[in-house]
């Protein structure tokens, strides 16, 4: 999104020098579903994810967070609590700060505001992607879908991509809301049928196209 890495522009140093630092372990809640949101940060390290639950308590995904991006955005459009929750993925470390804080930064720094504007852009369009995938594709579409946006062309064969480090079943099955053994079998078909290829330590899809139409 950035000709250089985040942490070397203006703004997130400006915004850091308004932020706190915190750490938080693998697994920890870092905002409650039903919580107001109250505070905004930035990922400097490891992932987080998002998870919505039901009256029932089913689980749905609702995407990840990696270095560079924000958290906590939401609290400058709506003052209602959270209806999602926010959890660490691994060790995580953020800048945060108070939303009302955010909202002076902003005004003062134009940069800062076309960044926050950017990943809000980029959060909304990845939600809209997911939800329409979930009406219109079939579990396997959804797989294959999700392995064409872990995936990056390869440098020697831009045809080809890959996704390094291969993916692990059960985060897969999770990030569309499906089960490890539907995507080991996904994954086996489309090995079967030569649209990817196993390496050590990756996955290689062969064909990008084939895999945009495989199980539509």
């Known amino acids: 999104m950035f000709m250089r890495t985040f942490d070397q522009q203006d703004w997130y140093k400006y915004l850091a020098s308004h932020c706190a630092r915190k750490t938080f372990a693998a697994k920890d809640t870092i905002q409650f579903q039903g919580q107001d949101a109250q505070n905004i940060g930035i990922i400097v390290s490891g992932r987080a994810y998002a998870v919505a639950y039901s009256a029932e308590g089913d689980r749905t995904w609702l995407g990840e967070y990696v270095p560079g991006q924000f958290i906590g955005l939401i609290s400058l459009l709506t003052d209602t609590p959270l209806n999602f929750e926010l959890l660490a993925d691994s060790t995580l470390v953020i800048e945060i700060m108070p939303a ?57 064969e831009p045809d080809k991509h890959i996704i390094r480090p291969g993916p692990v079943f059960v985060d897969l099955a999770r990030r569309v809301n499906s089960t490890r053994e539907t995507v080991s079998r996904t994954v086996n078909e489309l090995k079967r049928t030569g649209v990817v290829t ?3 330590g990756a996955l290689i899809i062969q064909d990008p196209g084939a895999l945009t139409t495989a199980f539509r």
């Open 198 to 200: 196993r390496v050590p």
């Open 100 to 156: 009302s804080r955010m909202k002076k930064c902003l005004i003062e720094n134009a940069a800062l505001a076309n960044a926050a504007a950017s990943d809000l852009a980029a959060r909304l369009n990845h939600t809209l992607s997911g939800l329409i995938d979930t009406h219109t594709l079939s579990v396997k579409g959804r797989i294959c879908a999700e392995l064409l946006r872990l995936s990056a062309p390869i440098g020697v």
